[in-house]
Structures are given as C-alpha cells and as structure tokens.
C-alpha cells in the first residue's frame, strides 16, 4: 500500500474556555442543515491557489513513479503523433515525385497504430492510479473522521461528512493524475507542434500564434468560475446527504408525523442547488471548450488563406503547407486537452478545499495510545467470576488490570459549547472502587455530561475528573475507554448480527462466556427462539429488536467488555417488570466484581445502590444510601413520593423507616457499608 497522502497540518484552536474551535469555521445560513449545525471549517474558497496546489500534489506524492510511467507512456503517444505529420509530408511528396509509396504508407500506419498503443497503456495506467489516489483520500478521510472528537461531529452533519468521503474524493480521479500529466505532457506536445511549425513556416506560425493568444484572456476569467461552482453544488450534495440522513435516521417519526412531503422537498432544494450550480460548470467548460475549438479553426482559416497566399508568390510549397495545416490539427489534441485538465483542476481545488475542512476538525489523541492503536488490551476478569477484590489500589496502572476503579469529580464546571450555559457547576462526588452508585435527578441535571466526561467525549473546562486515581487526561485515551463499559441512554444497536453487536469491541471471548452473559441479561431465550440465532441480522440501528432486547443486547455487550467501570445510562428503561428485575440482579452481580454507575429515573431501579448521588442543575445536592436520601434529602423525597415508592412506604412524609423495602426494594442490596471514609453521607454537592 502506497503511503497515504499527507495534507498540510491545521491545528485547531482554542476558544478560551478550552473548547477547540477550527479555524474559519462558518454558520449555514440556508439549506436543510438545522440550525445549530455547521459546516466544518472551510480554509479556502475552493480555488486553484498555490496551497490547493500544494495539497493536490501531496495526494499525488505517494503515486509518483506510476505517473511518470503513465505520463512518459502518453508523452511517447504524443510523440508518435508528432511525427505522422513528418511522414505525411513525405508521402505528398513521393506522390509528387511519383516514387514509390507502399514503405512510407506502412510506415505511416505503423507509427499510428503503435503511437494509439502506446497511448491507450499510458491512459490506463493513470486511470488506475488516479483511482489509487481516491482509495488513500478515502482510507485517510475516513481514519480523519473516525478519530474526530464527538464535540467536532456534533458540530456538523453526518450525511455532508459522507459526501466528503463518497462524493469529493471522487472528483480528485481525474484531477490528481490525468489532468497533472495532461498538464505536463500537453504542455511539451505543444511546445514541439509549435517548434516543428517554426522550423516549416515562421509567418504562418506568428498566424496561428496570434489568434491562440486571444484564448488565454478568455480562460482566465472563466477558470475560477468553474471552481466556484464546483464547490457550491458539492456542498449542495453535502446539504442533500445531509437531509436525507436526517429523513432515513428517524423515518419512522417522519412517517408517522406524515412529513414525507416537506421533508423530500429539503433534499429536493439541496439536489436542485447541486442542479443548478452542475449546470454553471457545464455552462463555463463548454464556453471554454467551444472558445478552444474556435481558435483552432480560426487558426485554420487564417493559415490556409495566408499560406495559400504564401504557396501562389512561392515563398513556400503545398506540401508543407500541408504539413503545416496537420500540426495546426494536432494542435487541438493539446489545446483541448490543456482546457480540461486546467477545468479539472478548478474542479479538484473545490474536492480538496472540502476534504481539508474536515482536516481542520479536532481530533482525539492520534499515535499508538490513542484510540487509533485500536487494540482491546489483554482479557480482564472474566464477566463471570464473582468476588470483589479487596484491598486493591485504586490506580489505573497495569498491575492492577481487572480491578474495579473508582471516580472522583472535583469541582468540575462544564459546559457543552461557550455560547450554551454551563451544564456542571462545580460538581464535587467520589465513588470508591467496587460496588454500585446511582445517579439521580431531575431532567437536564446533568447526570449523563457526568459519563460522556468520565469517557472524555468531552473535557472539563473546569476541575477535575479522575479515574482510577489518575486524571482522565492523563489516561491514554484507548485504555480509559477499553477499561470502561458504556451503555448510552438510547441504546444503540449497529447493523449487523445479534453476535457481532454482543462482541463489539469486547476482548476474545468463549462462547461459555457469551452463554453466561445472555443468560444474565435475559437474551437466551430470543437467541434460542431466532432461527438464526446469535448469527441473526438486527437490521439498521438494531431495527428488528424491540426496544427492550436493544437494551439488554446493549448491557450484554458493555457485560462482555469485562469493564472496571461500568456506565449504565437509563440502561433498563424501556424493560418490562420482570426483565427490570433480572436485570438489576444482573446489574447487581456485576457490581461485586467492578464499578458500577447507573443513571436513573426510576428510583425502584436503584434504591439497592450503596450510594445515590442525587444532581440538581448542574450541582450535587446530596449522597447517601436510598434510605438516608428519603429521610434527609426533601428533593429525593419528593422524587421518592412521586414515584409508587411513597404510596407503598405509606402515606406521611418518607423517612428512614418507611422506606422498608416494598416488592421493588426487595432486591439485595449491595450497600456493604452505606458510607466510605472519604463519602460521608449527605454532603451537599459542589
Ligand atoms: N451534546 C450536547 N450539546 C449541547 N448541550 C447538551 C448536549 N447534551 C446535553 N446537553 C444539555 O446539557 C444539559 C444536561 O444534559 P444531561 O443529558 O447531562 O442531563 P440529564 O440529567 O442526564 O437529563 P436526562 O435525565 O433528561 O437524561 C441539558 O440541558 C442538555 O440540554
């Protein structure tokens, strides 16, 4: 594999509250794009400037040596063409002379049939490298993307980051080879047409001269219009991917709601856009083909008129007037060919200056500590065994692979984007390794920021969130997160099948254990029942599982993970009653052998959690064990007596004695000791 094409470094900077912002960046005005959604930022405006240049030839770079062969095999086919004119003149001649002319006929056949060969090999070869160019901006464009930080995605589109992939690299084909070839080899075809003809006739070259220089002006106002345009109907593709990720992502919604119309009519202003501005390119490349064509034969009529003007006072003969008149038609190979790779390269500038806007979003830590390395480091405990380990150090160091870590958040601050208000105010909690904690609260508290910190899908822009002991920071990125199973609020499901979702970045793993593991989050049973078991497809988004079982296939996979934290977002939320209690159990079980953090709304899911955080916008309010929250906490209590647990404590005020356990808080709970020594019950939150 050629090395992939390297594109100037554009780091991004820094707005001051530590969010990476990247450069130049721009807010869509119009189009389907919603509104707080952008475009990555656009360095240049898609012309052909000397920095465009710069990068097109870095996508060439590692394809070097097969366009030299490429472009010295079409140069050779050029060359073979150069001297058919040479060999016609000769056989006007012997035809004047009236010699023999079967030796310069074959000769004549032979130099175009090995001149056509010559450079039909030449164009294939760069035909294939001009697709290897688009497989490395591809390869590289998508690596780009895949380690961008979810902060930078969120800023954009999916679907206009999948035209940048589909779309533009496509446009780089022609660009990167054929036209930067044509460019040179074109250039030298000229250069010896015009030779050749200054050596047969100066006059009637200064002719032809003449009228080709009227082109050049014409060119350079249409060139930049080209790549104007260009850039405009691809980001109109963008739009439409765009708009069409929006209608597929939540087609159910756009059924049911019956917005089918209005949302087709987005993507249909998007691929009118791309219409449109496709009709502008073709608009200026015919002006500029049809402007070459017209040289050429104003050319043509100038030279025969001059030049028969020149044979009758015999200051030349007919036979090399005739000579003359076939370089002026060889001129147009080169002319038309030179018109186009200079439109192709208009075209190309628009591909880069997209496919370098996504260059200028931020990425996660690359090198081999970053999620790039992409290694599921060696098997931690089994999801089996039981058995917290006592005494273990809280450190994320290798000795301690397996162990349970804890949490500490010391007065973190937090918000999503500078202009958006904070989310955390100085939250201040510790969770020891092991056990279970819950957190709980109204809406919007800012219960899941706390995990996407604790994965460092974001950083703090204030205080600190440790791990293990160890600051998030200072973790390298793929071992904090293959130490950590997360299951997200909407529990998503890739396609695939049932297996390859259940194994989704999980350590090797035995089939005994993916057993074991089904059989604890309820899956056996529709396993057994599917036809094809755990090698059934899901479907899109895990679109042929019930909410439920996304649920479970969810927690089964973070289970399969082994990990020493383990995140549960509403992870049981959509579950019936008595998957929600096999489930906690399960939960409750994983809890003895690594941390355990759960966010939930029911409080019925947690009540058995050694320790519930209850958050409050943006702040920690109060920690303890369910029964503490009831008696001391009135925010907890309110949430308490919202929910069925009130009415089954009775009907006065909660406290620590009528919380005894109803039906749902009869699960066991895992408070083996309701405080810690650094977690004094309820103290009030950062
Ligand atoms: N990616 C994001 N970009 C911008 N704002 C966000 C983002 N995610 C969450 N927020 C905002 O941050 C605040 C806290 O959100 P968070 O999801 O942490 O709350 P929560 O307590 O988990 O709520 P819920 O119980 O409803 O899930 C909310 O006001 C939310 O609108």
Request: glycine content about 10%.
């Amino acid at each position: 594999m050629p090395d992939q094409p390297t594109t100037p470094d554009q780091p991004a900077t820094t707005d001051q509250g530590g969010h990476p912002e990247p450069r130049g960046r721009t807010k869509r005005r119009d189009g389907p794009d919603r509104a707080d959604k952008e475009s990555p930022a656009a360095p240049g405006a898609g012309t052909l400037d000397r920095r465009t240049l710069r990068t097109l030839l870095g996508h060439v770079r590692p394809h070097r040596g097969a366009i030299l062969l490429g472009g010295a095999l079409s140069l050779l086919g050029g060359a073979a063409g150069l001297v058919q004119p040479l060999a016609a003149r000769s056989l006007v001649e012997r035809l004047g002379e009236d010699g023999p002319i079967a030796q310069a006929l074959i000769q004549l056949t032979a130099l175009v049939l090995v001149g056509a060969l010559i450079g039909a090999l030449g164009n294939y070869v760069l035909e294939r490298t001009a697709e290897s160019v688009v497989l490395a901006a591809r390869r590289q464009l998508v690596s780009r993307i895949l380690r961008l930080r979810v902060a930078a995605v969120e800023r954009t589109e999916p679907g206009d980051l999948m035209s940048r992939i589909t779309s533009d690299t496509t446009l780089l084909r022609q660009v990167t080879t054929t036209s930067m070839v044509a460019l040179v080899t074109q250039s030298l075809t000229l250069v010896g047409i015009v030779v050749m003809m200054a050596a047969m006739d100066p006059v009637l070259l200064g002719v032809t001269l003449a009228v080709v220089v009227l082109i050049g002006a014409a060119f350079g106002v249409v060139m930049p219009r080209i790549a104007r345009a260009t850039k405009r109907s691809q980001e109109a593709v963008g739009l439409m991917g765009a708009a069409l990720e929006r209608v597929l992502g939540a087609f159910r919604t756009v059924k049911a709601a019956g917005v089918e119309r209005t949302e087709g009519e987005r993507v249909h202003a998007a691929a009118t856009e791309a219409w449109r501005q496709g009709v502008r390119v073709a608009r200026w490349n015919s002006v500029a083909g049809t402007t070459a064509g017209l040289v050429i034969q104003i050319s043509f009529l100038a030279v025969l008129g001059v030049g028969g003007a020149r044979v009758a006072s015999g200051a030349t003969d007919v036979a090399t007037l005739v000579a003359f008149l076939l370089y002026l038609f060889y001129l147009t190979g080169p002319i038309s060919e030179l018109v186009q790779a200079v439109s192709q390269l208009q075209v190309g500038a628009a591909a880069i200056a997209r496919i370098e806007e996504v260059g200028a979003l931020e990425v996660e830590p690359a090198g081999p500590e970053g999620p790039d390395a992409a290694t599921v480091p060696a098997p931690r405990h089994s999801p089996t065994a039981g058995g917290r380990e006592a005494g273990h150090p809280a450190s994320g160091g290798p000795d301690a692979a397996g162990r349970p870590l804890s949490l500490r958040f010391e007065e973190v601050e937090f918000r999503y984007r500078p202009e958006l208000p904070a989310v955390h105010h100085g939250v201040t909690f510790d969770v020891p390794a092991g056990g279970m904690t819950a957190f709980v609260g109204p809406s919007g508290a800012g219960k899941s920021t706390v995990f996407s910190l604790v994965e460092r899908f974001y950083d703090p822009t204030g205080g600190r969130v440790l791990v293990g002991g160890r600051e998030v920071r200072d973790w390298p990125l793929e071992e904090l997160r293959a130490a950590i199973g997360y299951v997200e609020q909407d529990a998503p499901v890739l396609s695939g099948t049932l297996r390859e979702n259940l194994l989704f970045g999980a350590p090797p793993t035995t089939d005994e254990e993916i057993r074991e593991v089904l059989r604890r989050t309820r899956l056996d049973g529709l396993v057994d029942r599917l036809p094809d078991g755990l090698e059934t497809v899901v479907g899109h988004r895990g679109s042929k599982l019930s909410g439920g079982e996304r649920q479970r296939v969810a927690i089964a996979r973070a289970l399969l993970r082994r990990p020493r934290l383990l995140l549960l977002d509403e992870a049981t939320s959509q579950l019936d009653a008595i998957n929600e209690l096999a489930l906690r159990d399960a939960v409750a079980e994983a809890a003895r052998t690594t941390t355990v953090l759960v966010v939930a709304h029911r409080l019925s899911t947690v009540t058995m959690a050694d320790r519930i955080v209850v958050m409050e916008a943006g702040r920690v309010r109060a920690v303890g064990t369910h029964a503490e929250l009831v008696r001391a906490d009135p925010l907890y209590g309110e949430l308490a007596a919202t929910q069925f647990l009130a009415s089954s404590a009775g009907e006065t005020a909660p406290g620590a004695d009528d919380a005894a356990p109803s039906a749902d808080q009869a699960a066991p709970s895992t408070a083996e000791a309701a405080t810690s020594a650094d977690q004094a019950p309820l103290p009030t939150g950062g």
